[in-house]
């Protein structure tokens, strides 16, 4: 996932990805914390791409309220 393609996502839309990565982070710290996590970069995209969609959501916010 990349800004561009979040750019062009309404804010309705990258709430429901934020709320559907941080999920995606809660599971992937319970299979790190019982040992069953394989892909252990997946934790970093994650949280990366959990900081994209908040710095995309605040720079619509931004702009709405000019």
């Known amino acids: 996932m990349n800004a561009q393609e979040l750019k062009a996502k309404t804010p309705d839309e990258l709430r429901d990805q934020l709320v559907a990565l941080k999920k995606e982070a809660f599971n992937l ?10 892909n252990t970069a997946r934790m970093r995209a994650v949280r990366r791409d959990v900081a994209r969609v908040k710095t995309v959501l605040n720079q619509k916010a931004a702009e709405a309220a000019k």
């Open 29 to 38: 710290r319970f299979q790190q914390a019982t040992g069953q996590l394989e």
